[in-house]
């Protein structure tokens, strides 16, 4: 997998994730700030991402070996303000409460994972733009 991020705003860093050279999902991430934990995103690089559950998230992929971070998942969410420095995961952005935002997060989110539902991890390259 192969998330490409394509714009880095003050509003957040937005992605599109691909599998091979196939465009399925966008992303939403905090905007870079350093790799400070919880309010920026993660360096660019490749890593492993493993399957992870918690009462919060129970089915989903937590991304591994970032250095000085831990808890980095793909989830939903609308606005950057849902994420502690993890990657959001819809099919559309848009304006939402005054805001650019990723919206069908749920149904995107959905189709990442039935993508990868064989899967117990899987490594994604990041790439910044």
Excluded at 7 to 17: A, D, K, R
Excluded at 55 to 82: C, D
Excluded at 86 to 108: D, F, H, N, R, T
Aim: proline residues 5%; charged residues 20%.
């Amino acid at each position: 997998m192969i998330l490409k991020r394509v714009q880095n705003t003050e509003f957040g860093m937005f992605g599109v994730i691909m599998d091979g050279n196939i465009p399925f999902a966008l992303t939403l991430e905090r905007p870079w700030l350093n790799n400070a934990n919880d309010i920026s995103c993660i360096p660019a690089g490749k890593y492993t991402c493993e399957r992870f559950h918690s009462e919060t998230h129970p089915n989903t992929f937590q991304i591994t070996n970032v250095k000085g971070r831990t808890g980095i998942l793909f989830h939903t969410g609308n606005l950057v303000s849902a994420s502690a420095g993890c990657v959001l995961v819809g099919e559309q952005y848009e304006l939402y409460k005054g805001q650019p935002a990723i919206l069908s997060s749920k149904k995107g989110f959905s189709e990442f994972m039935k993508k990868l539902e064989n899967e117990t991890s899987f490594e994604i390259l990041i790439i910044d733009p």
